[in-house]
């Protein structure tokens, strides 16, 4: 995955063995808590170039317009 910051490309890498997808032993980021709690600034997800657009939704104490623009979403 590659996100643009500060006019920067950003590059992220991960590695896994298969066999660890098949077992579940790898955790998504919303049920690990310490990740699922961050803010995650709209610059990160917005006007990025992403294979599959990342789901996210307006954190519980801002409107539902925080995507939009007002606040900051979370990954689901």
């Not at 610059?43 to 623009?69: C, I, T, W």
């Amino acid at each position: 995955m590659s996100v643009i910051v500060n006019g920067i490309t950003q590059h992220l890498v991960s590695y896994y063995h298969p066999q660890d997808i098949v077992t579940n032993k790898l955790r998504t980021p919303s049920s690990v808590p310490e990740l699922a709690s961050l803010e995650i600034s709209p610059d990160l997800l917005v006007k990025q170039n992403f294979r599959v657009p990342p789901v996210v939704e307006p954190s519980f104490e801002h409107s539902e317009g925080a995507y939009m623009g007002g606040g900051h979403p979370h990954y689901v």
